[in-house]
């Protein structure tokens, strides 16, 4: 049997955090829903319990990719071999898991990213974000040697080598990006996009909403340069596609 | 360098020194840390006292006077040990973060514990 885990970080998200798991449940029965509490000062942690999902509340405010990460060890100390992210505020369609699942199950890719520009979407982005992003995807492919289309992603599937990394020493605290595609890359994990639904946020206190545009430019292409000049080691596991 | 600035110095540079080796000896500021603050203060002393190092310095860097360089070497320790903080908090930024995942992970075991034995 496989043991998959949806892992939603979440902060003050309790107005949303209810009909995102509600839905999980609904197009992924298979899946253990756990809910990263990160700090919120609402009742996010309360209602997703109410809501079925095991709630881990993290002691103050980390950070979208350290509470990410909370998860991920979650995952691997629980044994669990495949993990989905999404986010806690409803921009990601839950509709959308098999079809991430898809390639970490045949094996096909360790990570599976669900990009928002694959397929003609409702997203719109504020300008300077959108530059950013079509800079870093760029950047992203021709590293990678493979078409990236949405590095910014919080929309992803993994498999045991994926979900090793990401709970290990270099996955970032704050918010992981092109430069964890190319981490990836440079550690002989395998990426694949697949389309996926993602809506406009519907509270502007989402992930990137803080994230002043020219600092996340500046602060990419450092970590990208820095990942370059880093010879990370990783110990990749065989593993033996699954099913749905 | 005039006599008065010497003493003006070496008295400063006295107090720091003192100062620093009290709050060790009271456990208020670990060794650790305290042996770059040492090192700038003894350098800076040497330098003052013995004043030909101090000139050969300047002119090998091409300062007029010879206060300059104190000033220059100073600003530069204390960059050092700017630099040295960060890398310290860095680490225990690092480490908090672990202590932190792994007290939820296990904050949420032991709930899950506590619930399992109130159902029996």
Known sequence: MNRILTIIPAYNEEENISKVIAEIKNYCR??????????????????????????IDLPYNMGYGAALQTGFKYALRNNYQYVVQIDGDGQHEPADIPRLLGPVFSGEADVVVGSRFLVANKYKAPFFRKVGMKIFSFLASIITRRKITDP????????????????GEYYPADFPDADVIIMLHRVGLKVKEVP????????????????????????????????LLRKDTFEKKVVMPGQL | MLFKQKIFALLMLLAIITII??????????????????????????????????????KLIGAVLPTTTLFIFGIIFLLLISLHYSIKISTLTNQ???LAQELAILDQELREQVRGNSDV
Do not use: C
């Open chain 1, 30 to 55: 298979q899946t253990d829903i756990i809910v990263i509490n990160d700090g919120s000062e609402d009742k996010t942690g309360d209602v997703a319990t109410s809501a079925g999902a095991v709630v």
């Open chain 1, 152 to 167: 910014t992603s919080g929309y992803q599937a993994l498999n045991i080598n994926g979900l090793e990394f990401y709970a």
């Open chain 1, 196 to 227: 996926v639904v993602m809506y406009q946020h519907l509270s502007n206190k989402s992930m990137h909403a803080g994230l002043k545009p020219v600092y996340y430019i500046f602060k990419m292409f450092l970590s990208i340069f820095l990942t």
């Open chain 2, 21 to 58: 080796i009290e709050l060790v000896r009271r456990r208020k500021l670990l060794e650790e840390y305290s042996w770059l603050w040492i090192l700038t203060g003894t350098v800076v002393a040497v330098l003052v006292v013995w004043y030909d190092p101090l000139v050969f310095i300047s």
């Open chain 2, 96 to 98: 908090v973060k672990k």
